[in-house]
């Protein structure tokens, strides 16, 4: 099993949550001190590896070049797999969108000139879609075709240009909370060979976990109900979700060195 995004640089202490059962756990950066400390936690365990970048709720630091020449040289470590966590994120009016937008044509770049795959956050304020429009459209106006909607909110629009420019769909623990309809809807159509899952743990716990801190191991209830969802066993979805991480992040035994 694979947790294809999760927050270990949140952890305390990461020897408790890096569990050593799952194939894969990538866990993601979100400024430039937490993805100095992301990448040492992938050189520190070989099941762990790295996504270096720039939030967009941090999108302001992306304008330093020192800032950026950091990330860029991170990214070209074996064990960093993506580039971001970046996008589109107006729920808490941390940064301008015209801020968002500058991070995030620096970071589709950067992916671009080391042929990595690019993780989208998109949220939105609550009962607005304008963010999840401006995502789409700059996926458009992008075209880039390597990429994960990471915890992915249900928006149509948004799924339609990640599907038409071949991205990945993850879903996170928020799939299995019970007004998440249009979580559910998507999770029964996509396609097998564009589908993912995380726990962008310490976040977003599934049930029956909800409540608690997050873990990457709580990936499997996710799992579980997204193979309730689509009538398939958890074995099954297991065995796709993995070989669909394993493509998109390149995983192999280059990957794997320290």
């Not at 756990?25 to 990448?39: A, D, F, K, M």
């Not at 928006?155 to 559910?184: C, I, R």
């Not at 608690?212 to 066993?233: D, G, H």
Request: net charge negative; proline share 5%; charged share 25%.
């Amino acid at each position: 099993m694979t947790d294809t995004h999760c927050h270990l640089d949140y952890c305390p202490d990461p020897d408790a949550v890096a569990d050593k059962t799952l194939a894969a756990i990538v866990s993601i950066g979100t400024n430039i001190e937490r993805c100095q400390r992301t990448l040492e936690l992938a050189q520190t365990y070989a099941n762990v590896w790295a996504a270096v970048g720039i939030h967009p709720n941090n999108a302001s630091d992306a304008k330093n070049p020192e800032v950026r020449q950091k990330i860029e040289d991170m990214a070209r470590h074996p064990k960093v797999v993506a580039i971001g966590e970046t996008g589109f994120d107006t729920h808490w009016d941390d940064e301008t969108l015209e801020t968002q937008r500058e991070g995030f044509l620096w970071q589709v770049d950067l992916a671009r000139r080391l042929d990595k795959p690019l993780i989208l956050h998109v949220r939105d304020k609550q009962h607005r879609e304008d963010t999840s429009l401006e995502a789409a459209r700059m996926l458009k106006e992008t075209n880039y075709s390597k990429g994960i909607l990471h915890c992915f909110n249900g928006h149509q629009k948004l799924l339609e240009t990640g599907l038409e420019l071949g991205w990945m769909v993850s879903f996170a623990g928020n799939l299995t909370y019970p007004k998440a309809k249009e979580l559910h809807e998507a999770a029964k159509i996509i396609s097998k060979d564009r589908l993912l899952v995380e726990t962008d743990s310490p976040f977003l716990s599934p049930i029956p976990k909800r409540g608690e801190k997050n873990v990457p191991a709580n990936v499997r209830l996710t799992a579980a109900f997204l193979a309730t969802l689509r009538n398939e066993s958890p074995e099954e979805v297991e065995m796709y979700t993995d070989a669909n991480a394993k493509q998109i992040y390149q995983l192999s035994p280059r990957t794997q060195l320290a």
